[in-house]
């Protein structure tokens, strides 16, 4: 009994902090938004309640929220498909057994590690309309080059185009997987003939299958959430942030402009609320889906 | 014996241990008084003025030996999320900056100076400052900012192009026609050896620009009790026909998204409509630009409508220390100090300053028509006073501009669209603050 309340109280000792910081930094900070999402709160006066105005506001009123939901599901449904197959392809390749192997997996995950901040400013220069790289080529080869960044069809490609350059941990995710494939069973399907995609299909795949789905889960987390990549562009460019004509106002530059630029912290919260809800729902739907595809070798 | 107490000896240093956690958390790190000395934080920008400001606060502190003052600088990206970080826990700092497009969103933290400024009027010289900037140091005839800074819309243009160009260069009397005939002349096209120049720019992404044309077309952007967007008036369309006619007609001005990267600077735009003084350190550092300024072309309704912004110091309406930080802000804001500031590249916002500075036979480097700059002044306005000013021309309206100028539709379109968004803005929100 003794050594029971002791062992408590150890265990007490070794999770207080982390639950203390998980108490008043995450859940109070959480329960908080969610009763200021039914208030007017503009930090410096008290909260007023005001029931469901703000989300009656965001959903039937406010021109900027359903566009930066359009944007947001563009940007996951394209990017997100584009990232795991440029991480699944780039994984397969340096799963191979070629000599210096380590150096490239390094070289593929180096931009992973980089600041979002720093590599969008290498890409706005690329993709600058007037002297930037990208058209300077294409002047050579007599082509005139769209205005990439000023032009609300070419901004959000831009976006995602520069957002693929960081597929890092997924790859190294793949890779994890990849290598937990048992030889044998490559050796097998190829002595009864299969071919390298169908060793693919029928091999590679659902035995990666938990990982993909960890990853496509992770990613479409990642994608809705996705802000910094944003508020760089708009930041390097010096363009109204989600500019040019919302082309690149993606949820989260929204809620946090609601927020830190216009006060508006019942707002913004109820809008953390929505997107709570949201990828509460896509990952639910994930998760009833994945019992099609996913094969845990159970 | 001693295993008996060990247990809820534990507990009460784990209690101890958590208790001087938040002790320590939610200690005041500012206090009221150290030493003996009163203390009032400043927030402040990081800027090329750093070692001026540290300066003035030394001295500061030595004339005034009772009071300290702590300086947080704050890169100018971060400055308003560390402000409000501040302001949300309790800390707003005793003086920070706001721009008079700022004080709607900014006036919850600050003291209305009405009583001080009113008090004190003979020794900050409020009649020296310009009338233009006092009705910007206001709202609803209260003051919440002493202005340090000031900004105008001038034209600004390239002295070298318009010799290449062999053209006399802007006049106070210039029209839209004016300027529209210099940037034919000055436009010339890029080839393979040579990227071009544009005979004007067109500022994109926020109202700087066609705001002027919009005002100086006889335009606005609300009614004048601030109920209605008008963007849609026959004269606001004329102004942001002009402002897309640049580009689509008149070919003085790169298309849509295609302006070159700091075009004034890199000599690739010889004219510049709007502009910001806060630049003028950069041009004059820049080797070979040769620049300098005139009053804006006039319009066809009026030559008023050139944006005046300034920028000042505000009191915390928390402050422990009202009378030693409004010393502060008297003691930057004297003549001296803002002196200073112009000596190193701006407009002076005080009346004194400014004329002695005109008369300066020793003042080198541009503008050297600094007499434009005052003059502009005098139709110079403020932007509107709507307290969502900033919202609404960002969120609502910018938008629709924007895809006037990449040509999805026209400026009587894009009027109609931006009024009639903002109508339904003003309309969810009238006459209360927005959530």
């Known amino acids: 009994m003794k050594s029971r309340r002791a062992e408590q109280l150890w265990f007490w000792l070794f999770t207080g902090p982390a639950l203390a910081g998980f108490v008043l930094f995450s859940l109070w900070p959480m329960l908080r938004s969610l009763w200021l999402s039914f208030c007017q709160y503009d930090v410096v006066s008290a909260p007023h309640f005001t029931g469901l105005r703000n989300y009656a506001y965001l959903i039937f009123s406010d021109p900027a929220f359903w566009p930066s939901i359009k944007v947001t599901l563009v940007f996951a449904a394209v990017q997100l498909p584009l990232s795991l197959a440029a991480a699944l392809g780039v994984a397969l390749l340096l799963n191979q057994p070629v000599r210096g192997r380590g150096f490239w997996r390094s070289v593929y ?33 007599g082509f005139t080059g769209p205005a990439w960044l000023g032009s609300p069809a070419w901004a ?24 937990n494939i048992p030889r044998e069973l ?95 729902l896509i990952t639910w739907l994930n998760f009833r889906l994945s019992r099609r595809w996913v094969h845990y070798g159970d | 014996m001693l295993s008996r107490f060990r247990e809820p000896a534990l507990w009460i240093a784990l209690i101890a241990l958590a208790a001087t956690g938040f002790w320590w958390a939610g200690r005041d790190r500012e206090p009221a008084v150290h030493n ?67 004080i709607s969103y900014l006036l919850p933290f600050m003291s209305d100076l009405t009583p001080l400024v009113q008090r004190d009027a003979a020794e900050i010289g409020l009649d020296d400052y310009f009338p233009e900037i006092r009705a910007a140091m206001q709202r609803d005839g209260r003051y919440y900012v002493v202005p340090e800074a000031v900004n105008v819309a001038l034209l600004y243009y390239n002295r070298r ?78 102004g942001l ?22 075009g004034f600077v890199n000599q690739r735009v010889a004219m510049l409509v709007g502009g910001h003084v806060n630049y003028w350190l950069n041009y004059n550092q820049t080797p070979g630009l040769d620049w300098d300024v005139q009053l804006l072309p006039a319009g066809p309704a009026t030559r008023r409508g ?14 422990r220390h009202r009378e030693e930080t409004w010393a502060l802000m008297k003691y930057l804001t004297r003549p001296a100090a803002i002196a200073a500031i112009v000596n190193r590249g701006g407009i002076a916002v005080r009346r004194s300053v400014a004329e002695a500075t005109l008369r300066d036979p020793l003042r080198q480097g541009s503008p050297r028509h600094l007499a434009a700059v005052y003059a502009q002044l005098k139709y110079a306005e403020p932007i509107p006073r709507h307290p969502d000013f900033i919202e609404i021309m960002l969120q609502v309206v910018q938008p629709e501009i924007d895809r006037m100028v990449m040509g999805e539709f026209g400026p009587e379109e894009a009027g109609r669209r931006a009024a009639a968004a903002v109508n339904q803005y003003l309309a969810t929100f009238a006459g209360r603050t927005p959530p």
Not at chain 1, 223 to 251: E, I, N, S
């Open chain 1, 109 to 141: 995950f180096l931009p992973s590690i980089l600041p979002q901040a720093a590599s969008v400013a290498v890409f706005v220069y690329i993709f600058q309309s007037d002297g930037g790289l990208l058209n300077r080529v294409l002047a050579l080869a």
């Open chain 1, 156 to 179: 959000l490609p831009v976006v995602i185009m520069i957002s693929l350059w960081g597929f890092g941990y997924p790859m190294v995710i793949f890779l994890g997987g990849l290598q």
């Open chain 1, 186 to 280: 490559y050796e097998a399907a190829h002595i009864d003939g299969a071919g390298a995609w169908a060793r693919f299909r029928h091999v590679t795949l659902p035995l990666l299958s938990p990982v993909l789905f960890f990853n496509v889960v992770m990613g479409v987390i990642g994608a809705l959430k996705v802000f910094d990549v944003a508020y760089a562009f708009g930041a390097a460019q010096g363009l109204t942030p989600g500019g040019p004509a919302r082309a690149t106002l993606f949820y989260g530059l929204n809620l946090y402009q609601q927020a830190f630029t216009y006060f508006h912290m019942g707002l913004a919260s109820a809008m953390a609320w929505l997107l709570f809800a949201v990828i509460m």
């Open chain 2, 36 to 102: 003996g000395r009163k203390v009032i934080t400043w927030i402040v920008t990081i800027s090329p003025l750093r070692d001026f400001y540290e300066q003035e606060v030394a001295e500061f502190e030595r004339q005034h030996p009772d009071i300290e003052v702590r300086m947080i600088w704050v890169p100018g990206s971060e400055y308003h999320m560390k402000f409000k970080t501040l302001a949300a826990a309790g800390r707003t700092p005793d003086m920070f900056y706001s721009g008079d497009v700022w």
């Open chain 2, 161 to 238: 192009l318009f010799r290449e160009a062999g053209l006399p260069e802007p006049a106070a009397d210039w029209t839209w026609d004016d300027l529209v005939r210099a940037g034919k002349k000055l436009t010339r096209p890029a080839t393979a050896t040579d990227p071009g120049v544009w005979g004007c720019s067109r500022m994109e992404g926020w109202w700087g620009e066609w705001l002027i044309y919009v005002r100086q077309a006889g335009g606005t952007v609300f009614s004048p009790d601030g109920r209605r967007c008008v963007l849609d008036s026959a004269a606001a369309v004329a």
């Open chain 2, 241 to 262: 026909k002009f402002y897309l006619e640049k580009s689509s007609r008149f070919g003085i001005s790169a298309p849509g998204g295609y302006e070159p990267v700091n």
């Open chain 2, 306 to 319: 050139g944006e005046v912004a300034i920028a000042g110091y505000a009191l915390s309406n928390i402050t």
